[in-house]
């Protein structure tokens, strides 16, 4: 719903808004591009900041890609567009406990699931547009989200470390130009788990 409300109170229409939810598909990309539409921005440094943000997705890409390596390259592509945060975190966290799940159709599943109730609430805050009152913080569901994805994927030392860091390094380097604190965040966290592991 906020990447809807954003979207329009940006300035895009209805249609562009969710264009944009389609093709993109990734809500923090997608309220930082509303954002600087919403401060007419020049195309190429809204195009660039999200491709800056999503950088993560080839941290992803890399760390769950051993378990799709028996998948044609055309299955592999079309997996590849389902790729989120959440969809990630589950997935990964299944297939390290559960050896006999069939991972495409399990992915798949939680993929489109995702997917639909996405562009179910788009339309929704599309809809409702400007008019919800800005005292409501909706935008605080955002980082919400991301909480209740990574409690439950911290279960050792290296990923305590790598979490904390993470967030630590995230609120310093919140002021970074074009979104880019959120991808030293990643980095130096996930560094930081790496060297822990290493020691241990």
């Known amino acids: 719903m ?4 954003a979207a329009v109170s940006a ?5 562009l808004a969710l264009a944009m939810s389609v093709f993109v598909f990734a809500g923090a990309s997608q309220l930082a591009a509303a954002d600087l539409i919403g401060r007419s921005a020049p195309a190429v440094v809204v195009v660039l900041t999200v491709l800056i943000i999503n950088l993560r997705m080839m941290m992803y890409s ?8 028996r998948q044609s390259a055309r299955w592999k592509a079309g997996l590849s567009y389902f790729l989120t ?3 990630y975190a589950v997935s990964l966290m299944k297939f390290e406990q559960d050896e006999e799940t069939n991972r495409r159709w399990y992915y798949l599943g939680v993929g489109v699931s995702l997917w639909v109730t996405w562009q179910i609430a788009t ?3 599309i809809l409702l547009g400007a008019s919800v009152p800005s005292g409501w913080h909706l935008d605080f569901a955002v980082p919400l989200v991301f909480l209740a994805v990574l409690v439950p994927s911290v279960t050792d ?12 390094t995230a ?5 970074l130009p ?4 959120l991808v030293t965040a990643a980095v130096v966290g996930i560094v930081a788990g790496l060297l822990v592991e290493e020691v241990a």
Do not use: C, E, H, W
């Not at 760390?63 to 799709?68: C, D, E, K, L, T």
């Not at 074009?178 to 604190?181: I, K, M, V």
């Open 171 to 175: 609120v310093a380097a919140n002021g």
């Open 62 to 69: 890399a760390s769950i890609a051993p378990y799709f390596k």
């Open 178 to 181: 074009f979104n880019l604190g």
């Open 85 to 87: 945060d959440q969809a």
């Open 2 to 5: 906020v990447a809807g409300v």
């Open 123 to 125: 339309v929704a805050g």
């Open 11 to 15: 300035g895009l229409s209805a249609p």
């Open 157 to 168: 030392r290296a990923t305590t470390v790598a979490a904390v860091v993470g967030g630590v």
